[in-house]
C-alpha cells in the first residue's frame, strides 16, 4: 500500500473509534522507498534549485509546475525533461494546482509576499509544505502560518532554513553548547553584499509576454511593471521582501537564536537603518543596518552594508560566537574556533579548532524533509523555529520604516508597547480579490 492510500484508509478506518489522523500519523506510515510527488510553485531561481535538490533523492518525482511568468515555465519544464526526464504537468494558477490529487508536497518558491497565502492554501489541500524563507513577509503572517501548521498538525512544514542541516553550523552548535568556548557573552553577526542596494534606475515598461503580472502582485498593492521590481531583485521592496535585513537576516540571526534554542521573538531592539549608499538605485529597503537584541544573559549584535562584500574574518558575512574561552566564527565554508590567552598558564583557554571544508547544505535540507514526509517526524526548521528567525528582521525593518530607534515587543499581546506607527505595519492589507487566510 503506498503512503497516500494508508492515510486515506486510516482515515476511514479510525472514524468513529475517538482516534484523529494525528494520533496514527505517527506511525511510520510506510516504507521509506515510498515515491514522493512534488509539486513546485515558483519556478524561477532557489524554487527551481531547490526541485533539483529534492529529485536528486531516490523515490521522487515532479509531478507539478506553477508559475505565473511562462517563459519561465516552458525553460524549467523543458529542463526537467532534459535532466530528470520529468514530465510535470504546468499551471500558471497556483490554486488549479493544489488540486491536483497525486501531489504530496509542494515547494514554494515564490517571493516573500506570497508565502502565507499559498502555505496555508496548500495546507488546507492535504499537502505538504517546503516553504522558503524567510518564511513571510509580515509578523502577522509569520502568525498565521504557525496558527495553520498547528491546526493541521498532520501536515510537514519545513522552513528552508536551510542552514539548520548544513554540518558547520551543526558542529557549531555542538562546540558551543558543550561550553567549549564558555560562557557565550555576544554574537555579533555581519552581511555585507553588493546586490542589497538593488538595480540602476530604469523607467516603467509593458509587461513582457507571457507574465500574468498581477498573479506575480497578488496580495500586494496594484503597480505598473519595472524590472527592477521583478524576477530576482523585488527584494527591495516592501510590498514583497524585506532586503538584505531579511534575505540574509533569517539565515545569520536563525543561527544565533540556535545556540541558545531559542523560539520567540525580541522583546526589544535598539536599531539604526540608512541609505549610506549614494547613487540613486530603485529600492525601498535599507543598504546599512546595526541591530542590538539584548537577551537575557548575551546580546546579538547586527551589523550590515549593502554594496560592499569585505567583512570581518575574511568573510563577507558570518557569526562570531564570543565567549569567554573562545571566539568560534562560522560561515557556510569554515568554522574557527579561536581561544583566548591564558597568560599565566601561558596557554589557550581552549582547544583550538578548524574545519574549511564546510558546503552549501540545500541538498541534506531537502532529505530532512522527505525523510520526515516518510515518517512524519518534525522537520529541523519547524514553522516556530521560522517565524522566530523573521520577526528578528521585521521588527528592526519596522523600527527603521517608522524611524523608532527602539521597539519593545509583547508577545502576550502581539504588539509593540512603545509605537502606533509600528503597530501600524504588523498586518499587511492584502489587495482584493484575496483576503489574508483565517485559521
Ligand atoms: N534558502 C536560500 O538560500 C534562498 C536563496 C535565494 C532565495 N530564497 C528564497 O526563495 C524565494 C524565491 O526567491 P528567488 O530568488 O527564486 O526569486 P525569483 O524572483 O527569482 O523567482 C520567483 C519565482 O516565483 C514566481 N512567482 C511569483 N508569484 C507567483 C505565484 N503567485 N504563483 C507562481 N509563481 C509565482 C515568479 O514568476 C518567479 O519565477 C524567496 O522567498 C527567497 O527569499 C532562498
Same mark, same amino acid.
Given at each position: ?90 499551471? &500558471? ?77 551543526? &558542529? ?32 516603467? /515598461? ?60 525580541? /522583546? ?85 579548532? &578548524? ?8 541538498? /541534506?535540507?531537502? &532529505? ?36 523608532e530607534p527602539m521597539l519593545l515587543w509583547d508577545e502576550t499581546a502581539g504588539r509593540f508597547t512603545n509605537s502606533e506607527k509600528a503597530n501600524q505595519l504588523i498586518t499587511p492589507v492584502y ?9
Open positions: 500500500m503506498d503512503r497516500r492510500k494508508f492515510i486515506s484508509n486510516t482515515v476511514l478506518t479510525t472514524a468513529g473509534i475517538g482516534m484523529t489522523l494525528n494520533d496514527v500519523i505517527k506511525i511510520p506510515s510506510t516504507s521509506p522507498s515510498d515515491t514522493v510527488n512534488i509539486g513546485l510553485i515558483g519556478c524561477r531561481n532557489m524554487g527551481y534549485g531547490d526541485l533539483q535538490q529534492h529529485l536528486s533523492n531516490p523515490g521522487v518525482n515532479c509531478v507539478a509546475l506553477c508559475d505565473i511568468d511562462e517563459n519561465v515555465l516552458n525553460e524549467k519544464a523543458a529542463d526537467l525533461k532534459k535532466k530528470f526526464n520529468q514530465s510535470p504537468k504546468l499551471y &500558471k494558477d497556483f490554486r488549479k494546482l493544489l488540486e491536483q490529487k497525486d501531489i504530496d508536497a509542494v515547494i514554494i518558491g515564490t517571493p516573500d509576499h506570497w508565502h502565507c497565502l499559498i502555505t496555508v492554501s496548500a495546507l488546507q489541500a492535504g499537502k505538504d509544505v517546503y516553504v522558503e524563507k524567510p518564511m513571510a513577509n509580515t509578523i502577522a503572517e509569520c502568525n498565521i502560518m504557525v496558527k495553520a501548521a498547528n491546526y493541521y498538525k498532520e501536515r510537514i512544514v519545513q522552513v528552508g532554513q536551510q542552514q539548520r542541516s548544513g554540518f558547520v553550523f551543526q &558542529k557549531a552548535m555542538e562546540i558551543i553548547k558543550s561550553g567549549k568556548i564558555g560562557k557565550l557573552r555576544r554574537v555579533n553577526i555581519w552581511a555585507n553584499f553588493p546586490y542589497g542596494v538593488g538595480q540602476p534606475i530604469i523607467a516603467d /515598461e509593458p509587461v513582457p509576454a507571457g507574465v500574468d503580472f498581477d498573479m506575480w502582485l497578488g496580495p500586494a498593492p496594484s503597480k505598473s511593471f519595472n524590472k527592477t521590481r521583478f524576477h530576482g531583485v523585488w527584494r527591495m521592496f516592501w510590498d514583497y521582501g524585506g532586503g538584505l535585513m531579511s534575505d540574509w537576516g533569517v539565515h545569520l540571526l536563525d543561527i544565533a537564536l540556535w545556540a541558545k534554542d531559542i523560539t520567540v521573538p525580541p /522583546e526589544k531592539v535598539l536599531v539604526y537603518g540608512a541609505n549610506t549608499f549614494e547613487e540613486p538605485r530603485s529600492r525601498e529597503t535599507f543598504d546599512s543596518m546595526n541591530v542590538i537584541y539584548p537577551k537575557s544573559d548575551f546580546v546579538i549584535n547586527w551589523d550590515m552594508t549593502a554594496g560592499i562584500q569585505s567583512g570581518p574574518y575574511d568573510s563577507p558575512y558570518g557569526l562570531a560566537f564570543v565567549g569567554d574561552l573562545a571566539t568560534l566564527t562560522v560561515d557556510r565554508n569554515k568554522l574557527i574556533v579561536r581561544p583566548e590567552w591564558d597568560s599565566q598558564a601561558k596557554k589557550g583557554k581552549t582547544d583550538e579548532y &578548524k574545519f574549511t571544508e564546510g558546503k552549501e547544505s540545500h541538498g /541534506e535540507h531537502a &532529505k530532512n524533509f522527505l525523510e520526515c514526509i516518510r515518517t512524519r517526524n518534525k522537520p529541523v526548521c519547524t514553522p516556530e523555529i521560522g517565524r522566530a528567525a523573521a520577526m528578528h528582521v521585521h521588527i528592526p525593518n519596522i523600527a527603521a520604516r517608522t524611524g489587495r482584493k480579490p484575496w483576503t489574508l487566510p483565517v485559521i
